[in-house]
């Protein structure tokens, strides 16, 4: 497996917004689809946006409060967050998948993750 390598999590007052990173190998992020995903304790791992070329797709819980996008000299992958919520609180990993997919099981590669919390 190709590692990810996710950063930009932190402490954010609901209402606010942050920006994860996601770097991968030329390789990864060249011939894949990327995406972010996350965890909150005790719930399954959930997709948020995905990102292929200049096509994206996201959650409906994160859809029009997130935005996924790449830059390709960099290798780097990054999902702004704005209007956090509480809700938004959890573990967020970067995958990298060979299709188009919102599954988990689909995507070989994955970060170490980063946490994000949001406080009320």
């Known amino acids: 497996q190709v590692p990810l390598v996710e950063s930009g999590g932190g402490l954010v007052q609901a209402g606010g917004s942050l920006r994860l990173s996601c770097i991968a190998s030329?390789?990864?992020?060249?011939?894949?689809?990327m995406a972010w995903f996350r965890q909150a304790p005790g719930n399954e791992r959930e997709f948020v946006a995905g990102?292929?070329?200049?096509?994206?797709y996201y959650g409906d819980s994160v859809s029009g409060r997130f935005t996924v996008s790449r830059d390709n000299p960099s290798n780097t992958v990054y999902l702004q967050m704005n209007s956090l919520k509480p809700e938004d609180t959890a573990v967020y990993y970067c995958?990298?998948?060979?299709?188009?997919?919102?599954?988990?099981?689909?995507?070989?590669?994955w970060g170490q993750g980063t946490q994000v919390t949001v406080s009320s």
């Open positions: 030329e390789v990864t992020f060249s011939t894949n689809t």
């Open positions: 990102i292929r070329w200049d096509s994206t």
């Open positions: 995958a990298a998948s060979p299709t188009i997919s919102r599954r988990p099981q689909d995507f070989r590669s």
